[in-house]
T-cell receptor, first 109, second 116 residues
Framework: GQNIDQPTEMTATEGAIVQINCTYQTSGFNGLFWYQQHAGEAPTFLSYNVLDGLEEKGRFSSFLSRSKGYSYLLLKELQMKDSASYLCAVLDSNYQLIWGAGTKLIIKP | TAGITQAPTSQILAAGRSMTLRCTQDMRHNAMYWYRQDLGLGLRLIHYSNTAGTTGKGEVPDGYSVSRANTDDFPLTLASAVPSQTSVYFC???????????????FGPGTRLTVL
């Protein structure tokens, strides 16, 4: 079967750095997405990786290793507004998105 | 632009009743999707449409039907609601419509449905 694993919940301090990991086992791979979802709101796009390596976009970076079936989202200089769930999703061989359950990130002052 | 709108925002429905969740996008995207999101689970695809006039089944299609008469609208119908269909429903769209697209999906605000 297809599987996306992420930690259920993480806690970090305002101003610090946090890394959210995602491991996947899917039938085929056509890219990996990270989305942010604030409580009660819609998911919003953060990043897309299809090649190995690090993609940096402001305070957020996303890393992919296809050989290891592994990605992480790195958030720097954490702000209270970063408190949200972070969803990892893999585009499989049928070009359908397989979603992880999400990681709830709690930021403390 | 409004992007994607969904209606209603929330609804309480008696089991056995039918209901249509509405979704409209103004981005002229080819592909549209319906997901349900349940606590502790990832988003699960119910139905999708790669382009107007075509639809396909996702991971959890049973008990739901869709239509895609035009580019903008993608309604989801529950013919006879059951309590297990209590969930938050998200509509999404993406530009690519070939069925082999890596385009980003954009989400509507969601409909919170409770079936009693």
């Amino acid at each position: 079967g297809q599987n996306i694993d992420q930690p259920t919940e993480m806690t970090a301090t305002e101003g610090a750095i946090v890394q959210i990991n995602c491991t996947y086992q899917t039938s085929g791979f056509n890219g990996l997405f990270w989305y942010q979802q604030h409580a009660g709101e819609a998911p919003t796009f953060l990043s897309y990786n299809v090649l190995d390596g690090l993609e940096e976009k402001g305070r957020f970076s996303s890393f992919l290793s296809r050989s290891k079936g592994y990605s992480y989202l790195l958030l720097k200089e954490l702000q209270m507004k970063d408190s949200a769930s972070y969803l990892c999703a893999v585009l499989d061989s049928n070009y359908q998105l397989i979603w992880g359950a999400g990681t709830k990130l709690i930021i403390k002052p | 632009t409004a992007g994607i709108t969904q209606a209603p925002t929330s609804q309480i429905l008696a089991a056995g009743r039918s209901m249509t969740l509405r979704c409209t996008q103004d981005m002229r995207h080819n592909a549209m999707y319906w997901y349900r999101q349940d606590l502790g689970l990832g988003l699960r695809l119910i139905h999708y449409s790669n382009t107007a006039g075509t639809t396909g089944k996702g991971e959890v299609p049973d008990g739901y039907s869709v239509s895609r008469a035009n580019t903008d609208d993608f309604p989801l119908t529950l013919a006879s609601a059951v309590p297990s269909q209590t969930s938050v429903y998200f509509c999404a769209s993406s530009d690519g419509g070939s069925g082999r697209s890596t385009d980003t999906q954009y989400f509507g605000p969601g409909t919170r449905l409770t079936v009693l």
